[in-house]
């Protein structure tokens, strides 16, 4: 498993998760990342609440690294999400915690939760990822 600064390095290459969108990995464990994000002006929607695709890019990017911290040896591309959400908010900081519920031999399971800085849970998701490449 590569360390949280060689992920962070690889998926800085995420030009759109990282750059443009300002996603940030916290913590990386087997299996497991927590991601996160501050929230700015260019995030919100018209009625002044979070837009719901950046929760989803920000499950999606927690997903991508919890699956990828191999990439050396194995990579792995989104297959399918589903987004349930919650509850919104205005400002602060959101956490996408990525836990892979089952690494099979061509497909991984995950399940994501988004929340802000006081816990509360904002969106659940249930992620699919498909091995593309394995050495």
């Not at 927590?34 to 719901?52: A, C, Q, R, T, W």
């Amino acid at each position: 498993m590569k360390t949280v600064e060689e992920l962070r390095e690889f998926f800085a290459k995420d030009r759109y998760a990282c750059a443009l969108t300002g996603a940030f990995i916290e913590e990386v464990s087997e299996g497991y990342a927590k991601v996160s994000l501050k929230i700015e002006d260019k995030h919100l929607n018209g009625m002044g609440h979070v837009m719901g695709g950046v929760y989803y890019t920000l499950a999606d990017f927690a997903a991508a690294v919890a699956v990828n911290q191999n990439f050396d040896e194995e990579m792995c591309v989104g297959l399918n999400g589903q987004i349930s959400h919650i509850a919104s908010v205005t400002e602060g900081t959101l956490y996408a915690e990525a836990t892979v519920l089952k690494n099979g031999r061509k497909v991984l399971f995950v399940d994501v939760r988004v929340t802000n800085e006081e816990g509360k849970l904002l969106t659940q998701s249930s992620m699919t990822s498909y091995k593309v490449v394995s050495k």
